[in-house]
């Protein structure tokens, strides 16, 4: 990793052909630089607000967010965490597949439960129906979550529970594994009654200027069927 790679892009953490192992090796030099946090600082990346935004949108009072039972999928060093804790949500889980960038995360005192761990085409030691709503926020991108990763997303989310997914907008065309595969994949899973979509809004200045799509689905009863695997 070049000296100030991180402080321009995240495109070291994004490059075409690199396996997800080498990807995660990245994330944990990135992590250990102790330059993460300052490089994806909020004034240029606003993934976290923006997703935690949208969370408590659909838990609009204090009850229902100390009641309800989130799931930080990629959760990285914790910034999603920060942000829907300071919304007042009281039970949130991390799960990340690096382990320095857990231990980020870790000091900030914010997660009930830590899964080390990718989402993808494999199933999770998490329960189904688990969560009231599972956020990814950046987590999507080259050599990172696949689009295997929704079956299993979908199966940890209680029927009537919320999927929100942000992520730069031109990733769906850039990234091979996405490219007319994510968004059809999103709306065979609709039109197979597991989710319906609520949202699919675009937010400019996401991440590095570039501009973000956000998903947002609620997961339906019928997704049952999907979960007795
Ligand atoms: C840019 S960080 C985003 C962290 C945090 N969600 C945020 O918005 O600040 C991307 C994270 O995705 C994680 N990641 C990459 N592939 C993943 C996968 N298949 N499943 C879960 N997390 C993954 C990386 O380890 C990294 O911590």
């Given at each position: ?46 993934g976290p607000?923006i997703a935690a935004d949208v969370v408590a949108?659909y ?11 989130i799931l930080d999928v990629a959760a990285?060093?914790?910034?999603v965490g920060?942000k829907l804790?300071?919304?007042?949500f009281?039970?949130i889980d991390a799960l ?35 969560y009231d709503a599972a956020v990814i926020s950046g987590g ?13 997303l979908?199966?940890?989310i209680?029927?009537?529970g919320i999927a929100t997914i942000v ?47 956000v998903f947002v ?13």
């Amino acid at each position: 990793m070049a000296e100030d790679e991180g402080s321009a892009s995240n495109d070291f953490a994004h490059e075409p052909g690199v396996p997800r192992e080498e990807i995660t090796r990245r994330y944990a030099l990135w992590a250990q630089s102790a330059k993460y946090e300052k490089d994806l600082r909020e004034e240029v990346y606003k993934g976290p607000s923006i997703a935690a935004d949208v969370v408590a949108e659909y838990f609009p009072n204090e009850n229902l967010r100390k009641s309800a039972r989130i799931l930080d999928v990629a959760a990285g060093s914790g910034f999603v965490g920060e942000k829907l804790k300071e919304k007042n949500f009281q039970t949130i889980d991390a799960l990340e597949p690096c382990g320095q960038m857990l231990q980020l995360a870790l000091k900030k005192g914010i997660y009930n439960h830590i899964f080390q761990s990718y989402l993808n085409g494999h199933v999770l030691e998490i329960e189904a129906d688990h969560y009231d709503a599972a956020v990814i926020s950046g987590g999507m991108g080259e050599g990172h979550i696949p689009c295997s990763g929704l079956d299993e997303l979908i199966r940890v989310i209680k029927p009537g529970g919320i999927a929100t997914i942000v992520m730069r907008e031109e990733y769906l065309r850039s990234v091979a594994e996405y490219r007319d595969r994510l968004e059809p994949r999103m709306w065979e899973l609709e039109g197979q009654r597991k989710w319906r979509r609520l949202a699919r809004d675009l937010v400019p200045g996401y991440s590095f200027q570039n501009t973000g799509v956000v998903f947002v689905f609620r997961v339906l009863e019928e997704s049952g069927k999907l979960k007795g695997r």
